[in-house]
């Protein structure tokens, strides 16, 4: 098993269904919405836009939005009405030149075989699609059958050139790629190397890699400006705790990604008690590039108040065994407690870190303790006249 040969603690080892059973379940509050749901999508809605027209100045992403079922009617109809619509030219070419009644045997007709409007229709598929049975075929006696065949030609080739990018765009879509790279569902925030920090956990369960990734995030909470203007959706950026000074990250395992609370974080005055009533939410945003196409691919996903767990640590999910690493991915989202200070990290900054917070600390409880045991001795004549009565 892991644990045997592992890096895992034998005191973090534990079975899935203990796992479960001892993980902390934590009720979420109601909320009207949060701006980034879990599963990375916006969870905005966008009413009364006056100027439609904007979405058709642009087909090409328009139709790449587009639901599959929309896409394959547009796919099918854009087919079917140009057919129609030249199989009706070819028609009219026919019929004004005489080929559906021919004259004699030396008439020469414009398209030959064509008899009706089916086989006009018949004939503009075969153009189209460049399907050649034999049968029908443009002569040189029609100078306008010549433009209309041309045209037509050049007319196909654009609708299977848009059609086939659209559904070619459709299955390599970034966003098919982020289905595979996970967050932990719940985000912690301990203290790691004496600093209070904020953490998550991040993983790619696909082999191939994601190369230049690189992590983004933000705070979003409804803020006031010092003119009482109410912003409702404020975005402040949050700096990683890197040691290469970027943000980039080399994602070939589980990876804890670690904010240090410090005085330029936005959670600087958040405390455990704070956090339980603050309405706040941890946008997290991954970009790279997907080593296998080269395509630019983005995963998200928040973090609610609620969703933050204070004082707790992530479970280590790799382990070393035969020669190699392994990742247990059972262990992923799980958590441990930790002794965490609940105060905020300004107020652990102004005790002087925390060295002497925690001496400051044991110094006031070990002071209450004293007091404690003072005033619950009685004194000697106290017990006597106790006795006596």
Known sequence: M??????????????????????PKYKTKSRKARFVAKNGTCNVAHTNIREQGRFLQDVF???????????????????LCSWLLFGMVWWLIAFGHGDLDPKGDDFVPCVTDIHSFS??????????VTIGFGGRMVTEECLSAIVILIIQNIVGLLINAIMLGCIFMKTAQANRRAETLIFSKHAVITVRNNKLCFMFRLGDLRKSMIISAAIHMQVVRKTFTNEGEMVPLDQID??????????SIFLVSPLIISHVIDKNSPLYDLSAADLQHEDLEVVVVLEGVVETTGITTQARTSYLSEEILWGQRFVPTVSQEDGMYAVDYSKFGNTVKVSTPSCSARALDEAGGLERFKLQESNRTGASVRRRTKTSTPKKHETVLLLTS
């Open 238 to 247: 949050i700096q990683m705790d890197n040691p290469v000074g970027t943000n």
């Open 2 to 23: 892991l644990s045997r040969k592992g890096l895992i603690p034998d005191d973090y080892f534990l079975t899935r269904l203990a796992e479960n059973v001892l993980q």
């Open 119 to 128: 086989s006009a229709f018949l004939f503009s598929i075969e153009v189209q």
């Open 61 to 79: 992403t328009t139709l790449v939005d587009l639901k599959w079922l929309h896409t394959l009617v547009i796919f099918t109809m854009s087919f």
